[in-house]
């Protein structure tokens, strides 16, 4: 059982920075690949980027560039930082974890991830 607490949101300028983070509770998580997805309101959750157990990483094309997922496994946590926001990253953005193949079908399917963070709200005014 993987429990995890997502933090970092707020209210950003377009052009600014937020750096969002993940706290995992147990003990496996260095087994696990993380991946950060994101949900605005009325539309699908989306995959943003994610990490393998190994460090490996795959990004969304809308993100690439700007955004960077990174995992410190001595502290159980996953980040994200976002440089050059803009209005279109408002979202509510949730940590995974899952232990799927780390192939890009399915490190960017939802139904591959077996624990959810509760989502951290980050807002981009223009």
């Known amino acids: 059982q993987v429990q995890l607490l997502d933090s970092g949101g707020g209210l950003v300028q377009a052009g600014g920075s937020l750096r969002l983070s993940c706290v995992a509770s147990?003990?496996?998580?260095?087994?696990?690949?993380m991946a950060w997805f994101r949900q605005a309101p009325g539309k699908e959750r989306d995959f943003v980027a994610a990490?393998?157990?190994?460090?490996?990483?795959y990004y969304a094309d809308s993100v690439k560039g700007r955004f960077t997922i990174s995992r410190d496994n001595a502290k159980n946590t996953v980040y994200l930082q976002m440089n050059s926001l803009k209005p279109e990253d408002t979202a509510v953005y949730y940590c995974?974890?899952?232990?799927?193949?780390?192939?890009?079908?399915?490190?960017?399917?939802?139904?591959?991830?077996?624990?959810w963070g509760q989502g951290t709200q980050v807002t981009v005014s223009s």
């Open positions: 990490i393998s157990r190994n460090g490996g990483t």
């Open positions: 147990g003990r496996a998580f260095s087994t696990y690949n």
């Open positions: 995974a974890a899952g232990l799927a193949t780390f192939t890009v079908y399915r490190v960017t399917s939802v139904p591959e991830y077996d624990y």
